[in-house]
């Protein structure tokens, strides 16, 4: 039992858990199904190049988010560089910095610059007005993201596109399964983009996809993902490799005849966290609500600036008792290496993103996860506070 500060493993006490107890632990499905399907791939001998299993992943994530095109890519990452490309982003991309470094970096790779706008401190989602502020002549797009799997500010974005007559798409990495006014997060902007990566409630080992309503954008991005071609010996477009194998799609076929099971065990988990937690001076959970749906992936806390000890002695003693707790984004993508040099000044400029940037901790999740497990993890916490 976990009272006070003396039962810390940083003060010496025996570690609460003997294994690490991780963030990111994928969500694994029903393991006969899967071994059933690759014994069908290791029949079929088609392993990859738009195989049969490819395809019907992508007409399954196509109709479970009621959109008109899924293209399936290797990864998150190179869905949105094949995206940013499709759409001939160039010049200057309004990003949040308040996001995995992908974001900014599948800008980056290519040449275009990411400008960072500031986020909303309680949505910890991009600010339309500090996009606003942001715009210049050299501006040719915006990327949302749907953070936590919250969707992110779309019609006030949209809206900011019009006007400018700029392209708007969306990282919905963090996203599969949500809605935004009872929508499925999949059909906004020109496109939305997913990662299916192993930490993710849905995952395909490493993998990512495309989607879109835009029949045209739809069939570029398909010629992109494979080197541009159009047939045999028929090169019709610029492209690159990014498309996703075999073992990769049967993984996410059976992932997602059990991800709503997955999406009630997260439900339940987050409000273990939120009772567990509740009464701890300086702790707030971040919770999403009743009207749409989220997959509870992300059990994000805030320690607030009134707390009695700060953020990363509270991540340190989480660390000595096994549970190896994250600080994402931390720093936030403008004061990583890459872009301070870049952008000198950012920091100024994003006074929210710093300010949630030194509060918040991801704890563990998952299907794995027991409920006397969370409570040990909130102990922690509590006896690091109080
Ligand atoms: N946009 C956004 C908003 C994203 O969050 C991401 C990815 C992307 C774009 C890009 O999509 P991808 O190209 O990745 O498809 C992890 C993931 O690698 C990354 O996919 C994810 N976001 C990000 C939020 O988290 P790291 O560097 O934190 O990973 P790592 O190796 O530290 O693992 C995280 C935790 O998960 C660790 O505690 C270990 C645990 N883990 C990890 C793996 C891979 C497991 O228990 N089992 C595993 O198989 O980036």
């Not at 910095?97 to 980056?108: E, G, P």
């Not at 290496?337 to 949630?356: G, I, S, W």
């Not at 040990?376 to 109080?386: H, K, L, Q, W």
Request: hydrophobic share 45%; net charge negative.
């Amino acid at each position: 039992l976990i009272c006070s500060k003396a039962d810390l493993a940083i003060n010496g006490a025996v570690p609460a858990f003997s294994e690490p107890l991780h963030v990111g632990r994928p969500n694994i499905g029903d393991r006969g199904a899967f071994m059933q399907r690759v014994s069908q791939v290791l029949d079929s001998q088609w392993l990859t190049n738009n195989g049969p299993m490819v395809t019907e992943f992508e007409r399954c994530i196509a109709d479970h988010l009621g959109v008109k095109h899924c293209v399936a890519m290797c990864n998150g990452t190179i869905a949105l560089e094949i995206a940013i490309r499709a759409l001939r982003l160039e010049g200057e991309v309004i990003v949040p910095s308040w996001t995995f470094v992908a974001t900014a970096h599948a800008l980056y790779w290519q040449g275009i610059t990411p400008i960072f706008a500031d986020i909303d401190p309680t949505t910890h989602n991009i600010d339309p007005l500090a996009v606003r502020r942001m715009i210049t002549p050299r501006t040719s797009g915006i990327i949302g993201v749907h953070l936590w799997g919250r969707a992110a500010p779309i019609e006030e974005l949209q809206a900011i596109a019009d006007e400018h007559g700029v392209k708007l798409l969306f990282d919905a990495a963090h996203a599969f399964g949500s809605t935004h006014g009872g929508k499925m997060i999949g059909g906004f902007g020109m496109c939305e983009v997913l990662s299916f990566h192993a930490t993710k409630s849905f995952n395909t080992f490493e993998g990512g996809a495309v989607v879109t309503n835009d029949d045209e954008l739809a069939e570029t991005i398909r010629l992109m993902r494979n080197f541009g071609f159009a047939g045999y010996d028929n090169v019709i477009h610029p492209g690159t490799n990014g498309k996703m194998i075999e073992m990769c799609a049967i993984m996410g076929l059976t992932n997602l005849e059990s991800h709503a099971d997955v999406v009630a065990c997260n439900a339940r988990n987050h409000a273990a966290y939120a009772e567990a937690l509740a009464g701890i001076p300086g702790i707030s959970l971040l919770t999403y609500g009743s009207v749409e749906r989220n997959s509870h992936h992300y059990i994000v806390v805030e320690v607030d600036n009134d707390c009695r000890v700060d953020r990363d002695q509270i991540v340190i003693a989480l660390h000595a008792e096994n549970i190896l707790a994250r600080k994402y984004f931390w720093p936030g993508t403008h004061a990583m290496k890459p872009y301070r040099d870049l952008f000198p000044h950012a920091r100024l400029m994003l006074p929210n993103t710093e300010q949630v940037a030194k509060k918040v901790i991801v704890l563990p999740n998952g299907t794995t996860l027991s409920n006397s497990e969370i409570r040990t993890i909130s102990d922690v916490i509590g006896a690091c506070v109080n």
